[in-house]
């Protein structure tokens, strides 16, 4: 197999890109990690056997090198994951948040994607099955029950709404690219163990969170696109 697929946000071997490569590489993929670390991300890369570049999803400039590199090098893009997500402000509250935080939230979490799908959808348009996968959450969504918009124990407006937003980008280009053989999806890795002790509060393991990132990209050519899933289970907005 000759397919190459590009995760943002790998900077950690607990975190969900790191197992998302890992199940990737495995399946035969050719996997090119990013993080804003360039020496993180290396080691990371070294250990799993996979290609390491340095990636700020919040600079335009790191983002459109990194398109001009790959077209250089492959000439194309099968798989997008756009995982780079932070901000989680737990406890927080919408009336006393800094607002500087939300601009510098929604500029990681969504223009981040943004700007990584505009600066690769003509890289991934030449690949017989392209797929975007934006890496979402419950938080950002009326139909979680534990995690979701509107339930009392959702403490994370900040990173909530960001999700919201990107589930709204992710619908918006599939409008758009209707007709084109990408497929975007949204997807929430439900909640998951990629840091120590949350195991104790029900986070699964990291392997179940990145097969649900899996799931989306191997979904078939008359697979859904514009759609928000966890486990391959269609999640409500
Ligand atoms: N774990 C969960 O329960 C859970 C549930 C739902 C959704 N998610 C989502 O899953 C994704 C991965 O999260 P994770 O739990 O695996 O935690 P994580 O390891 O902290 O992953 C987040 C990654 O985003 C990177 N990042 C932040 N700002 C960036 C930027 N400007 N440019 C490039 N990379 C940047 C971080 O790198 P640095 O080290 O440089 O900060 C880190 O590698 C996130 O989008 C998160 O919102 C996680």
Do not use: C
Not at 54 to 70: F, I, R, Y
Not at 201 to 208: C, H, L, Q, T, W
Request: aromatic share 8%; charged share 20%.
């Amino acid at each position: 197999m000759n397919k190459i697929a590009i995760i943002t946000g790998v900077s950690r071997e607990m975190g969900l890109g790191y197992e998302t490569a890992r199940q990737l590489k495995e399946l035969g993929f050719k996997v090119i990690i990013t993080a804003r670390d360039f020496d993180k991300v290396s080691n990371l890369a070294e250990q799993l056997k996979v290609m390491a570049k340095q990636l700020d999803v919040t600079n335009d400039h790191s983002v459109n090198n990194l398109a001009k590199e790959v077209e250089n090098e492959f000439g194309k893009l099968d798989v997008l994951v756009n995982n780079a997500g932070a901000f989680f402000d737990q406890g927080g509250e919408p009336l006393s948040t800094d607002l500087q935080f939300v601009k510098d939230a929604f500029d990681t979490n969504l223009l981040g994607a943004w700007r990584m799908i505009k600066a690769f959808h003509h890289l991934l348009e030449k690949s017989d099955s392209p797929r975007i996968v934006n890496v979402s959450s419950g938080a950002g969504s009326f139909g979680d029950p534990v995690f979701g918009l509107a339930h009392h124990f959702s403490k994370v407006p900040v990173y909530g709404i960001t999700k919201l937003a990107l589930n709204g980008l992710t619908v918006k280009v599939a409008t758009q690219l209707k007709g084109s053989k990408i497929k975007i999806n949204s997807v929430d890795p439900g909640f998951t163990a990629t840091y120590p002790g949350t195991e104790n509060y029900g986070a699964r393991p990291v392997s179940e969170g990145a097969k649900s990132i899996i799931w989306a990209i191997t979904i078939p050519d008359d697979g859904p696109s514009g759609e928000f899933f966890r486990d391959g289970q269609t999640l409500s907005w």
